[in-house]
């Protein structure tokens, strides 16, 4: 597919939302996505759940249903699950900013068109006019 110009009434929101950080926030944004990106991979799971299986024998050895909802609540659904859960998360993100860079080619395309279409119009509208003061012109009276 070859690439478009950029339009200057098109923008993309990638570049919408790098334009609106500066400074601590920009950092911040920075560190808050490599963390993201970190944790949630299935890597970090897979981490997780041997973290789990660690901690199951102590578990099962106390044997109280109090310390079965707490095992089951924090390790098994905020240690294994969340990585998990983020990676479902990142999947379905990278199918929507794929959506978001075909509908912008496709609207920076239309724009595009548009502006070609109009200048073509203007252009008949010259020549129209011109014809029509000919036609004056050399109209006998």
């Not at 079965?68 to 998360?89: E, K, N, S």
């Not at 203007?122 to 011109?130: G, H």
């Not at 000919?134 to 009276?141: D, F, H, V, Y």
Request: contains cysteine.
């Amino acid at each position: 597919m070859h690439t478009l110009k950029k339009h200057p009434y098109v923008t993309h929101p990638k570049e919408r939302i790098k334009k609106d950080l500066k400074g601590i926030s920009k950092f911040n944004y920075w560190i808050a996505v490599k963390i993201t990106n970190g944790v949630g991979t299935m890597w970090c799971a897979y981490a997780f759940l041997i973290i789990d299986f660690v901690m199951l024998p102590p578990v099962i050895a106390a044997n109280s249903v109090m310390v079965w909802i707490t095992y089951i609540a924090q390790t098994v659904l905020q240690l294994v699950l969340l990585p998990i859960i983020m990676v479902g998360q990142n999947v379905i993100q990278t199918q929507n900013e794929s959506k978001a860079d075909t509908d912008h080619q496709t609207l920076t395309y239309l724009a595009t068109l548009q502006d070609e279409q109009m200048n073509e119009l203007k252009n008949q509208t010259e020549i129209l006019i011109r014809l029509e003061e000919l036609l004056l012109k050399n109209k006998p009276l």
